[in-house]
């Protein structure tokens, strides 16, 4: 392992004070992947106080003392320096009751969640490996340190972390693992909503995100309970060639690797259940479904405290994913969402299309092209599609002597729909005439 040459130096500080000290965790999980990592983490023998004594000639925070963690900030990046310890009672599934300071290594990463992340390194002694973590590593597996339960029941977060790191690494869950993550799932509701979201979302944009989605979806159903009512629910349509959450999993899956795409997309079919009928020939129904769809999203979204820029976004995309887009209303649609969020629909939109039947996947796909091809046109050519482009604005309506007010917001809605529809063009006299023929 390559450890940068300020991390070495706060390594070698501490151990020719006499303390041991290690890089530990995700670092070195990261480094022994040929992955260059993001953060650097200590762990040392040495306690806070005498940390904060040995680098007295540099910025220390006191970020965590209760649990032994002080942050070193460098001019080349921050370094957290925690003391080895062990966790006393986790009695609300999240933080220990107390800490105790222990002076074994080993003791320190009995601790931890995953093996892959149970390893400490440095220099003069090399790799720690107590629990064969560089081995589940080399075999792409996520495997607890000891007792799956006990780890989890520990610290409900893990649960949501051991699908994040499979998404995000490829990494198969140890079947002792898998069946603790589903008999543990409902000790998420003790997991603070923010911390949750994260998990998600990072666990969302993972490359490998679709084994995850239709190996748990009784996970994450803890806190989107209308997933549950998705799960084998046969759809009776030639379109689709699965299910709704497996629909719904390929459709994340397929989508751009963004998180207001493939939250989108998580929640873009929740509302079919609630919409669904079989017609006189056996086919299935779901009309009204993005409405119901968009409700549920708000108030998932809203519940699990996402901002409310990213809530909007997605209801919106929720919404309006069985628009009928086309090449000739793309500018009326992009009046109605703007540039952003119609550039969002048709992303949810090519990832919905994808997880259709191949005959509808193959025309979606090629209509998307047209329609994102007509939106790079549109506003290559600064087209109008905004009461801002309109070649007159209110103060020149206000000079003809039309009153402030509702009436001149009249006036310029009139003259926008008119441009969009392409009944006016956007030209300061054409339009003046038109409001005097009004």
Known sequence: MEIPPWVERALARLEDAGFSAYVVGGCVRDALMGVRPRDW?????????????????????????????????FPEGPIEVTTFRTDGVYRDGRHPES???????????????????????????????????QHDICDTMIR?????????????????????FSAC??????????????????????????????????????????SVLLAYPDVLAVL??????????????????????????????AGKADARVRLALLFHDLGKPDCFFVDEEGRGHFYGHDVRGEEIARARLTALRFSNALVEDVSVAVRSHQ?????????????????????????????????????????????????????????????????????????DLKAMGIPEGK???????????????????????ELLAAVKLR
């Open 323 to 395: 628009a009928s887009l086309r090449p000739e209303n793309v500018l009326r649609w992009l009046s109605d969402l703007g540039e952003d969020r119609l550039r969002l629909l048709i992303d949810v939109k090519r990832g919905d299309t994808a997880a259709h039947s191949d005959d509808v996947a193959e025309k979606g796909r090629a209509n998307l092209a047209l329609i994102e091809n007509r939106l790079d046109e549109l506003i290559a050519q600064q087209a109008c599609f905004a009461l801002r482009d309109l070649a007159v604005n209110g103060d």
């Open 99 to 133: 800490v105790q300071f222990v002076g074994s290594i080993e003791e320190d990463l009995a601790r931890r969640d995953f093996t892959m992340n149970a390893l400490a390194f440095n220099s003069r002694t090399g790799l720690i490996d107590p629990f064969g973590g």
């Open 169 to 210: 690494l490829g990494f198969e869950i140890d079947e002792n693992l898998a069946a603790a993550l589903h008999k543990n799932r409902d000790l998420l509701t003790r997991v603070a909503p923010e911390r949750f979201c994260a998990e998600l979302l990072h666990m969302l944009v993972g490359p490998f995100v679709l």
């Open 224 to 253: 989107i309970p209308e997933i549950a009512r998705t799960v084998g629910h046969d759809q009776k349509t030639p379109y689709h060639r699965y299910d709704i959450w497996e629909h719904i999993a390929h459709a994340v899956a």
């Open 41 to 73: 983490d200590v762990t040392t023998s040495a306690l806070p106080s005498q940390t904060n004594e040995l680098f007295a000639d540099e910025r220390v925070l006191e970020t965590g003392l209760r649990h032994g963690t002080v942050t070193l900030l």
């Open 144 to 164: 607890a340190v000891g007792e799956p339960n006990e780890r989890l029941q520990e610290d409900a977060l893990r649960i949501m972390r051991a699908l994040r």
């Open 407 to 429: 009436e001149i917001g009249a006036f310029l809605a009139y003259l926008l729909d008119a441009v969009i529809e392409g009944e006016l063009n956007n030209n300061r006299e």
